[in-house]
């Protein structure tokens, strides 16, 4: 883990790991590609945007999958609780953003609502319930509130050979998985650049 960034004569020296400092060469550029709260850590007095929202997920083991309707590779669903479906292979997922206070509920209670979602867009028997697995990811995403959105960072950042990658920086995306690609992107061109 990143303990700490070396500066000098503005831009990053050094990389403070736990097992030691990794010096850095003239030519060296730096892609960080962490948390907003670990930015504000690493670099006090950034300005990045610090409350997040929590993700929740539910894989379903099937012991066949039905064909989504119409083939499609997934389906949003509206009306209930889960919000993304997903299947890959007999595993069917199920992702709910902004899902602070469904992170609070119990893991079997949340699994007998979203199964119901899931029996229903797949036409499926409600009972029983195949093998499921919830995840919680409390601090998944920022909050994409007005003054959040605000905050979030440029790829450059005001030392020289820093970059900032994630989907909380400023892709022009919400903080998605395809934000954190476009992100990862246009770092490695500002690198590229110089």
Do not use: C, Y
Not at 35 to 61: D, T
Not at 76 to 90: D, E, K, S, V
Not at 163 to 184: K, M, N, Q, V
């Amino acid at each position: 883990r990143l303990r700490g960034l070396g500066i000098e004569s503005g831009r990053v020296s050094a990389l403070d790991f736990a097992d030691g400092a990794q010096a850095l060469g003239p030519g060296d550029r730096v892609i960080l590609a962490v948390p907003p709260a670990r930015i504000a850590e690493l670099l006090p007095g950034m300005v990045v945007p610090l409350e997040s929202r929590a993700i929740v997920n539910a894989h379903f083991r099937l012991d066949r999958l039905p064909a989504f309707p119409g083939d499609l590779p997934f389906l949003g669903l509206i009306g209930g609780t889960a919000q993304w479906l997903f299947h890959r292979a007999n595993v069917v997922s199920v992702t709910v953003s902004a899902a602070d206070a469904l992170a609070e509920v119990p893991n079997e209670a949340i699994a007998e609502r979203i199964w119901r979602d899931v029996a229903k867009a797949l036409e499926l028997p409600l009972t029983p319930r195949p093998p499921t697995r919830i995840v919680k990811e409390k601090r998944a995403t920022f909050a994409q509130t007005p003054p959040a959105i605000a905050k979030r960072a440029r790829t450059r950042t005001h030392l020289a050979n820093l970059f900032l990658a994630g989907d909380w920086t400023d892709t022009g995306l919400p903080a998605t998985i395809e934000s954190a690609i476009r992100s990862g992107h246009i770092a490695a061109q500002a690198v590229a650049e110089g």
